[in-house]
């Protein structure tokens, strides 16, 4: 590469001068002695180490404050974040929180679109990831790329795991098998119940929902489906939101409040803390 | 023939066989046209054994929905339909159907000829993709004008721009020729983006440190390096937080000359380490200093610059992005590689035209209609989400518990000689990072990829392929931050990286941002001319910004906007200038607060 007096290192060279243009193009980073390939030094150059480029596994660099907590450690389980409803936003925190999580491929299909030119033809994969241990995510992401459908399609079913709450269709011995309670959950035209069934029965359902009860981690079920069930799409979210109702469900073993109490001490030193902030909605529908 | 028998003829087409209406309607051809006609916008197949014969019924009743006949059905004979449409003089159905025959040149000859339409000649080009026709275009278009200026506008990124302005004579007059060439440039303009990575900390492993108090190098970390004494002295009173008035911590140093201009260039950013002060603009600034260099010559030969990548031209890229998920786009986005020096000759050509400079031009801010495009999509979004979520389990006072004890929240320590680690930053070119990445990952997915397409081929038996699945446009996000996932998909390649560069581009915004909120960064301080975007910092920086191994500053990305005719007077012994810094705060920050 042809060095100019070997001054012009650092970030793109580009624009003109003012005068020139204000949208007057020049080539960025000719001056880029750097990215592993430069040789000559000279002063003002940028580094030039090499990245390193073969890195079969990169480490993680989290983008948001609750990836760098998960990170660091001061977030320790999945159930953290869903307490407090934090949004996860980035699929890497699911994978550290919960390092035991498979995926797989529900379908890939074919989508057109008709377009002048012809049609376009572009893959749609629906993904389900789960742990087997009462976590659940459904991805379907469409590309034109079949490789690069399913890889976004995991990253969605990864940001979108729930949990799933397990309980007893009679006596509560051993540990929860079967769903608490009977729930529905609907998507288009599919509506799919799950109802709890004992021990023993094992999952009685079509094989897109067996898939999903069996990677989410519940044992036995009974199932019913409405509607449409050829579409896989809705029917796997179908049941996706069924299991997402386990935990929005009030079971009377529920009913008692958690009261979250405060030493006095620390109520006079929030006092003082919200005193500064702007008042927020949720002093005012404080639970106790 | 009226309606009522039309719509009784092609609705019954079980009991009334085409062929027997086919015979019967011989004798008058209109109506047979009309019927004919109406049995294949029903169903093209119908039609299948007289599509011949329709050619020429269209030929001579409805000229106009020939092409679209033509484009749709299979089984006229070629020959037969080219003879009918050159005798009546339709010329677009002969040029298609040349196109179809294989005979690109005679094709391209019509539209040049006859239809004298520069642009359909274009897209016919295009659609062949043939090297050969477009040289043939080219050819043909020297000394014509019109045809030029439509090459310029549409065909940036087909065809070899070097050899099309060659071949322009020096005297020749070229209405709009301006105009073509801005966009030209601004095609130019729109993927050359630079990113910067953490390389080794000083005195890292090839032990060949760059003199740290060189200014003419990028880095994170320590101590500012300014071009003299003076400088240093000055600023260290006036680097002082706008809210609390503490003293700023010097965060990173950017060395960016700029194209064709004589000065050495670097940025500094310093920003207030006190966490209430974090994520807001008024508590970071940006110092610009300058030393005018001699030692560079003023070039417009570029000898052997490496091959640029170059986009589809602008409104390719937007239709693409229309019809499909806007994150594809990098996977089936043709980009050819083309010599830069191009854009240098680009300008000679510019005294074609009388004189004007290009700065007076009014060329649209791209960044406030792509965040205000966002804008709108994601409004209905985010509306229908806010409305499904749920009211978290636990209650606030218990998330402040929780806050208390996991989080220590850091207070600021006097110690005002604390600096960030140093570290010195490495640069390369979006593009090459991402060709490299996609090499990688087709390498490591091949197995994987086969696999899969096994797996494809089982579905064509199966009935409901495509029929009742929809295309999703935008992707049911679970967080409902679309903004947020298109950066994510933007960054995927290279998530460590740290900086951002790309002079008069666009910011990668990181969360939805209202279209107001960057107007304060649109006014140089110095001079009053507008301000272009010069780089940004991105988030992935935050975990390299620590004091005694806890994050000591946080954001979410930092725009620097600097001033777009660079003021600087150096007579008057300037030393540095200041420029516009806008902060936006991590997308999860407002949960923590």
């Not at chain 1, 299991?243 to 929005?248: I, Q, V």
């Not at chain 1, 620390?266 to 005193?275: G, V």
């Not at chain 2, 294989?102 to 295009?126: M, S, T, W, Y």
């Not at chain 2, 050899?163 to 709009?176: C, N």
Request: proline share 5%.
């Amino acid at each position: 590469m042809a060095e100019r007096g070997g001054t012009r290192g650092g970030f793109g060279t580009r624009g003109g001068r003012g005068g020139e243009g204000g949208r007057g193009r020049g080539e960025g980073g000719r001056g880029r002695g750097e990215g592993g390939r430069g040789d000559s030094r000279g002063r003002g150059r940028g580094r030039r180490g090499q990245r390193p480029k073969d890195d079969t596994t990169k480490a993680w660099v989290p983008v948001t404050k609750l990836g760098r907590l998960v990170n660091d450690g001061k977030i320790r389980t999945l159930e953290e974040i869903y307490l407090f409803s934090l949004p996860i936003k980035e699929a890497d925190i699911i994978d550290r929180l919960l390092p035991d999580l498979k995926d797989e491929v529900l379908k890939i299909m074919p989508v057109q679109k008709q377009t002048r030119a012809g049609q376009r033809t572009r893959f749609k994969a629906i993904v389900v990831v789960g742990d087997g241990k009462g976590h659940i995510g459904l991805g379907v992401k469409c590309s034109k790329e079949v490789a690069t459908a399913i890889r976004g399609a995991i990253i969605l079913a990864k940001l979108s795991v729930i949990p799933v709450r397990r309980g007893y269709w009679g006596n509560k011995i051993g540990l929860p098998h079967t769903v608490p309670c009977k729930v529905t959950g609907s998507c288009g035209s599919v509506l799919v119940r799950l109802i709890p069934a004992p021990r023993g029965t094992s999952l009685v359902c079509a094989p897109v929902p067996k898939k999903l009860l069996q990677m989410a981690g519940i044992q036995d079920c009974w199932t019913a489906a409405k509607g449409c069930t050829a579409t896989l799409g809705n029917f796997a979210k179908a049941t996706y939101a069924a299991m997402a109702a386990t935990y929005s469900y009030l079971t009377p073993d529920l009913w008692k409040e958690t009261v979250f109490t405060k030493t006095p001490f620390q109520e006079y030193s929030d006092h003082l803390a919200i005193a500064q902030k702007k008042l927020t909605v949720g002093v005012a529908n404080k639970n106790y | 023939m009226t309606t009522t028998a039309l719509d009784m003829l092609i609705n019954h087409m079980d009991k009334l066989p085409v062929r027997s209406v086919y015979n019967v309607l011989q004798n008058s051809p209109r109506n047979l046209h009309a019927y004919l006609d109406g049995v294949f916008s029903k169903n093209p197949n119908d039609s299948r054994d007289f599509h011949t014969a329709q050619v020429s019924l269209y030929a001579n009743y409805e000229p106009e929905k020939l092409l679209g006949f033509l484009r749709k059905a299979g089984n006229y004979n070629l020959q037969e339909a080219l003879a009918i449409c050159e005798v009546k003089n339709l010329y677009r159905e002969t040029v298609f159907l040349y196109g179809r025959a294989g005979n690109g040149p005679v094709a391209l000859q019509i539209i040049l000829e006859q239809l004298h339409d520069i642009e359909e000649a274009i897209k016919f080009c295009r659609e062949t993709g043939s090297e050969q026709l477009w040289t043939r275009l080219i050819e043909q278009s020297v000394g014509k004008p019109e045809f030029i200026r439509g090459l310029l506008n549409h065909a940036g990124s087909d065809i070899n721009l070097q050899k099309l302005i060659d071949s322009i004579g020096a005297d020749l007059r070229i209405p709009g020729l301006r105009d073509s060439l801005c966009k030209i440039m601004q095609d130019f303009n729109i993927q050359m983006v630079l990113l910067g990575f953490i390389d080794e900390p000083k005195g890292g492993k090839t032990g060949y440190d760059d003199d740290p108090s060189n200014w003419t190098i990028s880095r994170i970390g320590g101590q500012p390096a300014y071009p003299s004494e003076e400088v240093s002295i000055k600023l260290k009173s006036c680097l002082l937080c706008a809210k609390c008035q503490a003293e700023q911590i010097f965060v990173c140093q950017v060395y960016c000359p700029l194209e064709g201009h004589k000065y050495d260039r670097t940025l500094y950013l310093f920003a207030c380490r006190n966490p209430s002060c974090w994520n807001t603009s008024a508590s970071w600034t940006a110092i610009r200093c300058q030393k005018f260099d001699e030692t560079v010559e003023e070039s417009d030969q570029i000898d052997d610059a490496p091959p640029a990548t170059v986009p589809v031209s602008a409104t390719d890229w937007c239709d693409d992005a229309d019809a499909w998920n806007s994150d594809d786009n990098d996977d089936g986005v043709k980009i050819e590689k083309k010599s830069i020096p191009v854009v240098t000759k680009v300008k000679k050509e510019i005294k074609i035209e009388p004189e004007i400079p290009l700065s007076t031009m009014t060329i649209e801010d791209k960044n406030e209609k792509s965040s205000s495009d966002e804008e709108d999509e994601i409004d209905v979004d985010a509306k229908t989400k806010s409305k499904d979520k749920l009211v978290p389990v636990a209650s606030i006072d218990a998330f402040n518990e929780w806050k208390k004890t996991n989080l220590k929240q850091q207070t600021l320590d006097s110690s005002n000689s604390a600096s960030f680690p140093f570290y010195y930053i490495v640069i390369d070119d979006e593009q090459d990072v991402i060709d490299e990445a996609k090499l990688n990952e087709k390498k490591t997915l091949k197995k994987k990829v086969r696999q899969l397409n096994a797996i494809d081929e089982d579905e064509d038996d199966d009935s409901t392929k495509g029929g009742k699945e929809k295309y999703e446009k935008t992707p049911d996000i679970e967080h409902g931050d679309v903004v947020f996932y298109r950066f994510q998909q933007k960054i995927r390649y290279a998530p460590d990286q740290i900086i951002r560069y790309d002079w008069s581009g666009n910011p990668l915004i990181l969360t939805k941002l209202n279209a107001n909120t960057l107007s304060t960064t649109q006014k140089c301080r110095h001079c009053q001319s507008s301000c272009v975007f010069e780089f940004q910092l991105m988030p992935a920086l935050v975990n390299f910004l620590k004091i005694d191994n806890q994050i000591g500053l946080e954001f979410g990305a930092v725009f620097v906007y600097t001033c777009s005719a660079n003021c600087w007077n150096n007579n008057n012994n300037d030393l540095y200038r200041f420029e516009n810094v806008f902060v936006q705060a991590d997308p999860d920050q407002s949960l923590f607060d």
